[in-house]
């Protein structure tokens, strides 16, 4: 079909910005998706991608959305016969009253449905409608936003200025909303539910929330969940970082209940992975392990603290000799495999194993080992965490020389100018706007250094003045002893010197006292 059909509820002109996409949530709707299926259904604003993915596994595919310019822009983009493009709202479709679909795909979720002419239903309603379109037995795939998510409560604008007038999303303040895992799937009977991180509608990570909730800081795990919280958090201005929010509530085991979302499964499908994240990686947790496969290549990483994380406790404890000894165990094992990152690496028997990241350089040991240091300073020093190390160790490469030399290297300024722009390259992208907190410890850290320069430029202030007086007084003793020597030059003593210098250069005085007779004569 080339044209669109219209149900009640379409807004023109219009445009849903940042449809739900990805290739995560492409990786885990090919694992998910049965081969074929009869209907399938796709609700609310999804890239074209999701919606070819659907086409190829179905004999007829509706796509319903909203707004008429983006069906449009479908209908353009998907042009197979057997793709249906529908816009209105969903509340609109119930009452053209289709027949039921098999697969239902919503993974944008629930809050970009309706249309002006639409009542205004809460989520349960909005739910229950879904429901009134699909098949007893369909498989759905429902995407849930999270009131309650770390990003929400360290967003750092008012509740008004988060969503704008072109977004036309339901007030958030609806009651009957589930905000935690349980309510989730409690309202939407599902059987399978994870965690969604997304940005700017391109999903992330997919992490199954039994996991997020059993992993612990410094795991794998809880790195796949802080990283999709960073990717969150990218483009939005926070109150404090959520690397420091998202470790207390890994203590506490609510990493799954303070996701941006959540992505449940209802019904039965295709086997799933534990984890799914950017990069073609997924993993499947299996007990004590992670079985990780990036890209086609499999290992097994453990289920224990990273390197970085196990640093920083010796760090903020002032534990120099425990630091000293695990940097010396990570020296003996390094290599020049691939780059070391240290919160990507985990203790294994005598020896460490990599995790979901490897990046291949040509550097050597000694250069992946400085930047690898380079960049644990880095983190140490902008989360503002304790440890021993004096200013003037942080403020140099001093401290990564002693890292160093506790790992056996020696530390050239060649070996740390490569360790440095190997740590930049690695480094997470600059926010668009630093965190408030970030911003208030940096003008305190601004505050004592202006002090401290301050009482430095005074101390050299009064040494100046004082060897300005130095100075002037040796200058008034010198004028003195010019002077004096003025004086001695014109006294009656030194003209007699002067006279007696110049007759004691008279080498034959009677030839000299001839020349003075005739001179005498001629006068």
């Not at 992946?368 to 503002?384: F, K, N, S, T, V």
Request: glycine fraction near 8%; charge should be negative; proline fraction near 6%.
């Amino acid at each position: 079909m080339t044209d669109v059909q219209i149900v009640r509820g379409e807004l023109q002109p219009w445009t849903d910005h940042n449809p739900t996409g990805g290739a995560t949530l492409l990786a885990l709707l090919d694992d998910l998706l049965p081969p074929r299926a009869e209907r399938t259904l796709v609700v609310g604003p999804h890239t074209t991608e999701v919606i070819e993915l659907a086409a190829a596994r179905s004999a007829a595919v509706s796509v319903l959305v909203r707004s008429v310019s983006d069906a449009q822009e479908i209908r353009a983009a998907v042009p197979a016969e057997h793709v249906t493009v529908i816009t209105g709202a969903l509340d609109g479709l119930v009452l053209a009253e289709p027949a039921p679909f098999d697969v239902v795909v919503a993974a944008d979720g629930l809050d970009r449905v309706l249309g002006a002419d639409s009542d205004p239903l809460n989520w349960p309603q909005r739910a229950a409608e879904l429901w009134k379109v699909a098949a007893p037995e369909a498989l759905a795939v429902v995407g849930v936003a999270n009131e309650f998510a770390l990003t929400g409560l360290y967003d750092r604008r008012p509740v008004d200025a988060r969503h704008g007038d072109d977004e036309w999303r339901p007030l958030h303040d609806d009651p009957d909303r589930p905000t935690s895992p349980a309510q989730v799937r409690d309202a939407l009977g599902a059987d399978r539910l994870y965690a969604a991180y997304a940005a700017a509608g391109a999903v992330h990570t997919l992490l199954d929330v039994d996991a997020a909730a059993a992993t612990r800081p410094g795991r794998p795990g809880a790195r796949l969940a802080v990283d999709g919280l960073s990717a969150t958090a990218g483009t939005m201005p926070l109150l404090a970082p959520v690397d420091d929010g998202s470790d207390a509530a890994a203590r506490a085991g609510l990493l799954a209940a303070v996701a941006p979302g959540w992505l449940a499964i209802r019904g039965s499908g295709g086997p799933t992975h534990t984890a799914y994240s950017e990069g073609g990686l997924f993993a499947d947790l299996d007990g004590a392990e992670w079985a990780v496969n990036v890209s086609g290549d499999g290992k097994r990483v453990p289920d224990t603290e990273n390197v970085e994380t196990l640093l920083f406790r010796l760090a903020a404890a002032e534990d120099v000799p425990g630091f000293r000894a695990f940097a010396a165990r990570l020296g003996a094992w390094a290599d020049d495999e691939s780059v070391i990152l240290l919160d990507d690496l985990f203790p294994a028997d005598a020896g460490f194993v990599r995790g979901f990241t490897e990046v291949k350089s040509t550097s050597t040991t000694a250069e992946l080992l400085a930047a690898a240091y380079h960049r644990l300073g880095d983190r140490l020093l902008r989360a503002h965490r304790r440890h021993p190390w004096p200013a003037w160790m942080t403020e140099s490469d001093d401290l990564v020389s002693t890292w160093l030399s506790m790992s056996g290297v020696e530390a050239t300024p060649e070996i740390l100018k490569r360790g440095r722009e190997l740590a930049d390259q690695l480094a997470e992208p600059t926010p668009d706007e630093p965190d408030l907190r970030t911003i208030l410890a940096d003008a305190e850290e601004a505050q004592v250094r202006a002090t401290d320069l301050a009482g430095k430029v005074f101390a050299l202030q009064r040494t100046l003045r004082f060897r300005d007086q130095s100075l002037r007084t040796r200058e008034q003793q010198i004028r003195k002893t010019r002077d004096d020597l003025r004086g001695l030059r014109r006294s009656p003593a030194m003209r007699l010197h002067e006279i007696t210098n110049k007759v004691a250069k008279i080498r034959n005085p009677r030839k000299f006292a001839g020349a003075i007779k005739r001179r005498i004569r001629r006068s």
